[in-house]
């Protein structure tokens, strides 16, 4: 199930500035709801692959002993030309879906009261990220 806006005020979008400054807004930078959470050293992109490919990854491992939450939302169209196509001629269509990821937001959280299967579920999930990680506790 790979997921995208439903419906966008604008078909395409410009890249935008350094990923340092973006999402400034979110309150992404604690535990909410879990007690686990896998929070990102770095900035940079996540597709809508992705996030999904990590949420499966944990929810095999946890299966009904406990929840995930998943905080990222992949938002941004990324726009690709066609192969072996001429300059010009205007933007090419959207492509997939990207989230950017600003460093220290916490990317997903797991409520649960067996921790140990909690960080087992999460390091399964860092190895799908192409970010830097790390696990933290509430």
């Known amino acids: 199930m790979l997921s995208f806006p439903r419906r966008s005020k604008f078909k395409k979008q410009q890249k935008g500035k350094s990923f340092n400054r973006i ?22 992109r996540l597709t809508s692959k ?11 491992i946890i299966k009904k002993q406990g929840r995930v939450k998943i905080n990222v939302f992949p938002d941004t169209p990324i726009s690709k030309k ?12 959207v492509d997939h879906w990207v989230f950017k990821v600003r460093a220290g937001s916490v990317l997903y959280e797991i409520e649960t ?15 799908r990220l192409p970010l830097r990680s790390k696990i933290i506790f509430n």
Do not use: T
């Not at 001429?86 to 090419?92: I, L, Q, T, Y």
């Not at 009261?113 to 190895?127: P, R």
């Open 82 to 93: 066609p192969i072996e196509v001429r300059m010009g001629k205007g933007k090419g269509a």
């Open 23 to 44: 999402n400034g807004k979110l309150d992404l930078y604690s535990l909410k709801s879990g007690s686990l959470g896998l929070k990102a050293l770095a900035s940079g």
């Open 113 to 127: 009261s067996f921790i140990s299967l909690g960080i087992k579920a999460l390091e399964a999930g860092q190895i």
């Open 50 to 60: 992705q996030i999904e490919s990590v949420r499966q990854c944990i929810s095999k």
